[in-house]
């Protein structure tokens, strides 16, 4: 069964430092989402990605995140200049239409910024 | 937004018991869908079900969502069903996003 995959599982980082999240979404799916989910807290939504550009993002998603879909497969979230409370769950998710369709999750990465 | 309210927050269940977890939302849905969250952190989809009914092994859910709520139904708990369960819902008129809720914490003792 196609899955979602993201690299690294886990990243350390120091602080102000800039860290990129990779994420291989399902290979026909066409819109791309990004959440995290902060230590003990609920999921939440960063950005959504479609046609090569961003289709809605949060209040989350200041200036210090950018995404990308830099060739066919890869799907990457940007932190420019990591802070404390950056560090989080980051949930990679992909799905085949805009609206209503199941959105597939992958395994995450956990980011750790000291 | 759209709000959505689980519950129980934190539940405790002896092995071998059933337990129902309820969702419910504000406002109309296109989608919803029930995770599992491992000790790992891993988000384990259980459920795309934005109406009617579904079961998976001891595993079931049903949303009504003209009454706006759904059940997850987890029957013979075991131990591995241990973790947060997250309901998460897509409303038309506000993005094409998931909003979860906070979650129900299950312990399942042996």
């Known amino acids: 069964e196609p899955e979602v995959t993201q690299t690294p599982s886990h990243q350390v980082t120091q602080m102000g430092q800039e860290v990129i999240l990779r994420c291989v979404p399902i290979s026909n799916h066409l819109y791309f989402y990004w959440y995290r989910q902060i230590l003990g807290q609920k999921v939440e939504f960063l950005v959504s990605?479609?046609?090569?550009?961003?289709?809605?993002k949060s209040e989350i998603f200041d200036d210090q995140f950018s995404v990308e879909r830099p060739d066919g497969s890869n799907f990457t979230l940007k932190i420019r200049s990591t802070k404390l409370e950056d560090s989080a769950m980051y949930f990679c998710?992909?799905?085949?239409?805009?609206?209503?369709?199941?959105?597939?999750f992958g395994p995450g990465t956990r980011l750790t910024v000291t | 937004g759209i709000q959505v309210e689980q519950s129980p927050p934190d539940l405790i269940l002896q092995e071998g018991a059933n337990s129902t977890l309820r969702c419910n939302f504000s406002d109309s849905v296109n989608n919803l869908q029930w995770f599992h969250q491992n000790p790992w952190g891993q988000l384990i989809n259980l459920f795309y079900?934005?109406?009617g009914t579904k079961q998976n092994g001891r595993l079931s859910a049903t949303t009504v969502a003209t009454e706006r709520y759904s059940l997850l139904y987890i029957s013979s708990s075991q131990t591995t069903d241990s973790g947060v369960y997250f309901c998460?819902?897509?409303?038309?008129?506000?993005?094409?996003?998931?909003?979860f809720g906070a979650g129900t914490i299950l312990r399942v003792k042996s």
């Open positions: 998460a819902v897509e409303s038309p008129g506000y993005g094409n996003k998931l909003v």
């Open positions: 079900i934005p109406s």
């Open positions: 990605f479609y046609n090569n550009e961003i289709s809605e």
């Open positions: 998710a992909s799905s085949e239409s805009k609206t209503g369709l199941e959105q597939y």
